[in-house]
């Protein structure tokens, strides 16, 4: 069994920042591409920024250069660095990454996991 657990998220003033953490747990094999992804209220969840095992990174449009994503591999954890949040960025972030996961011994699966999410609210 496998779990992703994000932690990190609130509420924030406009121009401000937050952190977010996603750590993975269980039988795990190894973890894949990560990626942070947000669902604003009433849009679709789209993604924010992926990670390759390698630290390869790529963002979208409307974060580059405001939000740096990373991980620890040794800890099994990525991490979002969020500066100079906007309004328009408030939306329930979720984490997501493919893992290989034992299911006996020598053997594994492949499977891609989401974290329940965590809100972020940016207002005065």
């Known amino acids: 069994q496998v779990q992703l657990v994000e932690s990190g998220g609130g509420l924030v003033q406009p121009g401000g920042s937050l952190s977010l953490s996603c750590a993975a747990s269980?039988?795990?094999?190894?973890?894949?591409?990560m990626g942070w992804y947000r669902q604003a209220p009433g849009k679709r969840r789209e993604l924010v920024a992926g990670?390759?095992?390698?630290?390869?990174?790529n963002y979208a449009d409307s974060v580059k250069g405001r939000f740096t994503i990373s991980r620890d591999n040794a800890k099994n954890t990525m991490y979002l660095q969020m500066n100079s949040l906007k309004p328009e960025h408030t939306a329930v972030c979720f984490c997501n990454a493919d893992i290989d996961y034992y299911v006996a011994s020598g053997c594994y699966h492949k499977s891609s996991y989401w974290g329940q999410g965590t809100q972020v609210t940016v207002s005065s």
């Open positions: 990670i390759s095992s390698g630290g390869s990174t």
């Open positions: 269980g039988s795990i094999v190894r973890i894949n591409p």
